[in-house]
């Protein structure tokens, strides 16, 4: 049975964000239920996908698991060792075996070293190694991700995009994690490129027994890589199972949405904005149309055709997670069939 490396237990980070002109004078402040009790586990050599629309809180997740940012409440759970709330000093063993790998192609690369600066960097954090120990690595780095040896006197902006991802990897291995946060990796990437990142993860997954939480917007690159997938909606696990069932056997109603609009992505310009990274802020908390009960309700068909049932929206019956089949576990009073 393979041992469980990564567990989080009613999980909560609210973010306070102060609203307007009143904000200055007095203290008048929205707070944002960034991420609203959320509970997963994730095995041993085990990729758990997330995925949601932008906002929904996805990276929070993601940075509160590597204590990136504090959480509000809740419990992460590493090895059988509660991290949560270890000081710095104690945190640091587990730093090394606990990566993240960053949306943003240049946040881990600065722009003013040269790649061999930056992979020596990444290598010599925690240890003291020779120079000829450090050459070795940077020579096994390039290997596993496959990125040319004279691209090492290359600074970040003479890279395409695909090759800075590709540094941004080797960064996070060189430390010898066991498991690793990837934050959609492939997003801002063509469409070839995508496939050679996740096929790049997917093999050093086996080579390296890795973990992932991966991150996605994108419900088909989430089910190509991941054993299991947790769907998100305002800060929640709305359905949580394994992969091949969310995509082919949504049973949440937003899951469906969600994957309608991957599958007739050309032929509708209205689903196709559910996906659109940029311009898409449906998953954004909105203060001016607050929700109560069942967060996906406004936009949910099933509540539509149901006729408005006030049991989806009175904050007192609001769905919770509950199981519906083996291993798969669904927020929402009516089920899909
Ligand atoms: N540092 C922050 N301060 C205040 N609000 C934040 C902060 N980071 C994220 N948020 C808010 O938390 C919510 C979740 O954000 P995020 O985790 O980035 O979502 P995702 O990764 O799914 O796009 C959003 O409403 C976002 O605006
Ligand atoms: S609980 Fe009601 S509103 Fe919410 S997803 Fe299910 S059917 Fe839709
Ligand atoms: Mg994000």
Known sequence: MPKTILEVQNLKKY????RGIASRFKKAENIIPAVDDVSFYIKENETMGLVGETGCGKTTIGKTILKLTPVTSGKVIYNDTDITHLPAAKFRPFRKQMQMIFQDLDAALNPKMRIKAILKEALTVQNRLSDAEINRR???????????????NNFPNELSGGEKRRVGIARSLAVDPRFIVADE???ALDVSIQAQVVNLLRELQSELNLSYLFISHDLRIVE???HKVAVMYLGQIVEMGMAGRIANAPRHPYTAVLWSSLVDKETSEVERAIID???????????????TGCRFAPRCPVY???GHPEFCT???TAPELHKVDEAHHVRCHYPLE
């Open 15 to 18: 973010y306070s964000q102060s």
């Open 138 to 152: 940077i020579d096994e780095l390039l290997e596993m991700v496959n990125l040319k040896k004279s691209k090492l």
């Open 185 to 187: 990796p492939t997003s």
């Open 224 to 226: 190509l890589v991941s």
């Open 277 to 291: 990274v940029d311009d898409n802020q449906w998953g954004v908390f909105d203060f001016e149309r607050p929700t």
């Open 304 to 306: 539509e055709v149901k």
């Open 314 to 316: 009175n904050p007192s």
